[in-house]
């Protein structure tokens, strides 16, 4: 099991480390708060490299930043402007029914309950977790991406192959100081250093920490 030490190291370097990297783009856009916004550039993100999703998200509120406003545009207008991120289409048509059920169920205010949040369509545990963190500043929560969940791995944190199960796992092992920070350092990272193919090992701030680098870098092992 990984101990608390290890843990430690890796996360102050992480966020020692951060300054040198581009913020993600989700992170700029919760900093202003706004969970409406937090929800739909998350939903924007999913399966969409950051520079895209950045693009498509002031594009899109450029033309509406409520669900009034939002709900007032076409299914075929809302596509149009965040193509190309990933399944435009579909979300186009989650985002209108999402507005909508904001409109008539919720006072045009995006509820401030995980669970809720999970029964609306498009919305899963990562885009749940982010508006929870972000945009209402709860504890208790940690948001899981394709970083997140592959470089736990790759550290020798967990074992796990999903999301959800890493997340969990996580929950066991990583203290709650670092919850808020973990989403946004390990996005950073793992686009930067980590990166799903090529890691960049021989660099990588937190190479002894790691038991990838280790076992598979250093012995010139399949690269996974």
């Not at 592959?150 to 959800?164: A, D, F, M, Q, S």
Request: with cysteine; hydrophobic share 35%.
């Amino acid at each position: 099991m990984v101990s608390p030490e290890n843990i430690q190291a890796v996360m102050k370097i992480l966020k020692r480390e951060a300054p040198k990297f581009v913020t993600p783009a989700l992170t700029k856009i919760a900093r202003h708060k706004d969970p409406f916004k937090v929800l739909i550039s998350c939903i924007l993100s999913l399966r969409t490299k950051d520079e895209v999703t950045a693009e498509a998200a002031r594009r899109l509120y450029s033309l509406a930043k409520t669900p009034e406003e939002m709900s007032n545009l076409s299914v075929r207008k809302i596509a149009k402007a965040i193509y190309p991120v990933g399944f435009y289409k579909t979300k186009a048509k989650r985002i209108k029914e999402i507005c909508s059920r904001l409109i008539n169920e919720f006072n045009s205010k995006v509820p401030s309950d995980f669970d809720v949040l999970l029964t609306f369509k498009g919305v899963g545990r990562k885009t749940a977790n982010i508006v929870m963190i972000y945009a209402f500043g709860k504890r208790g929560y940690i948001a899981i991406d394709t970083h997140c969940n592959r470089i736990p791995n790759r550290l020798g944190w967990v074992n796990t192959k999903t999301p959800e199960k890493t997340e969990e796992a996580l929950k066991k092992i990583l203290p709650k100081r670092y919850w808020k920070d973990f989403n946004n350092l390990f996005v950073q990272f793992g686009q930067n250093i980590c990166r799903p193919v090529g890691p960049k090992c021989s660099i990588c701030p937190v190479n002894r920490y790691c038991k990838y680098y280790k076992e598979v870098y250093l012995t010139g092992k399949k690269v996974i």
